[in-house]
T-cell receptor, first 116, second 113 residues
Framework: EAGVVQSPRYKIIEKKQPVAFWCNPISGHNTLYWYLQNLGQGPELLIRYENEEAVDDSQLPKDRFSAERLKGVDSTLKIQPAELGDSAVYLC??????????????FGPGTRLTVL | GENVEQHPSTLSVQEGDSAVIKCTYSDSASNYFPWYKQELGKRPQLIIDIRSNVGEKKDQRIAVTLNKTAKHFSLHITETQPEDSAVYFCASLKRGSNYKLTFGKGTLLTVNP
């Protein structure tokens, strides 16, 4: 079974440019998460989707960040315009979801963004 | 919101020794505590988790203990091997509709041969 897939793995852009990250969760996983991981820190949640609905986007900087999961499967996270401080690893994770219990989150390999 | 403190930030042990990493959490409503291992440049991978209705859980060389009263939980690795070297993150998740994992800052474990 394929794990969570993310692309690209690495991205280098100049500040003020737009950038987009793509994530394909594990097949059948209803819940999808985007996390930000700064160097030497733990992941921090940006947004969580239940199917196509963004149920928690309280940590997403909405002035420059946006996300979508139109068909409830794969998802795109966008930054426009990028700033120097956005350099980090962007992790996508998925879990079965759909119920009231807690289930394991599986992480993708991440996209390492460098903003020059 | 929830706050998770993790100690130590770095830990160096000799192969075969035990390693212990400790975390504390602030929200008594938290009920799920996973531990993730992240090797350099790779994805975080779940190695063990514990729920609030259990005090201890063991999986081969890895064990986790939970003290709900004191609001802390610990990861224990016995008979450490060089391949155990990685960054370990603890996390907590609050009961309810918002299934948000809050991570600690990580512990860099180095196992010296």
């Amino acid at each position: 079974e394929a794990g969570v897939v993310q692309s690209p793995r690495y991205k280098i852009i100049e500040k003020k440019q737009p950038v987009a990250f793509w994530c394909n969760p594990i097949s059948g996983h209803n819940t999808l998460y985007w996390y930000l991981q700064n160097l030497g820190q733990g992941p921090e949640l940006l947004i969580r989707y239940e199917n196509e609905e963004a149920v928690d986007d309280s940590q997403l900087p909405k002035d420059r960040f946006s996300a979508e999961r139109l068909k409830g499967v794969d998802s795109t996270l966008k930054i426009q315009p990028a700033e120097l401080g956005d350099s980090a690893v962007y992790l996508c994770a998925s879990s079965l979801g759909g119920g009231q219990g807690v289930d394991e989150q599986f992480f993708g390999p991440g996209t390492r963004l460098t903003v020059l | 919101g929830e706050n998770v403190e993790q100690h130590p930030s770095t830990l160096s042990v000799q192969e075969g020794d035990s390693a212990v990493i400790k975390c504390t959490y602030s929200d008594s409503a938290s009920n799920y505590f996973p531990w993730y291992k992240q090797e350099l440049g790779k994805r975080p991978q779940l190695i063990i988790d514990i729920r609030s209705n259990v005090g201890e859980k063991k999986d081969q060389r890895i064990a986790v203990t939970l003290n709900k009263t004191a609001k802390h939980f610990s990861l224990h690795i016995t008979e450490t091997q060089p391949e155990d070297s990685a960054v370990y993150f603890c996390a907590s998740l609050k009961r309810g509709s918002n299934y948000k994992l809050t991570f600690g800052k990580g512990t860099l474990l180095t196992v010296n041969p």
